[in-house]
């Protein structure tokens, strides 16, 4: 994967293609460099071996879930902005905003403008 210089980075993590596609087409046409994965380990393992400005996590995904990715990453002291996306009920979406890391809780389905502002809020 090139990486252009001066240019923000993405890393989205959602299990649904259609998800992942989504925010890649948009973020890319927003000018940010997006990489996507489809499971907590696989987040864990990409941000570990790269350089990311913002971490969209899905909450629930299969074997390593979204509280186990932002949990290693608060353990590990990794410092990186999250907003997390979820089709869960309330009670569940409040727990994720107990970490430091997550900076905005998005219900899906979600605005797509509005993730496009948060985004923005956070990285620019």
Sequence with gaps: MAIIMGKKEILVVDDQPGIRMLLKEIFTN????VTTVETGQEALESLYAGSFDL??????LPV???AQVLKQLERDQVAIPAIV???LSEDLMKESE??????QV???PFNV???CEFAKSILD
């Design 85 to 87: 996306m979820s089709g």
């Design 64 to 66: 390593v879930d979204g």
């Design 30 to 33: 927003e000018g940010y460099c």
């Design 113 to 115: 403008e509005e993730v």
């Design 55 to 60: 971490l969209m996590l899905d909450y629930k």
């Design 106 to 108: 998005l219900a899906k």
């Design 98 to 103: 107990e970490f430091g890391l997550v900076k």
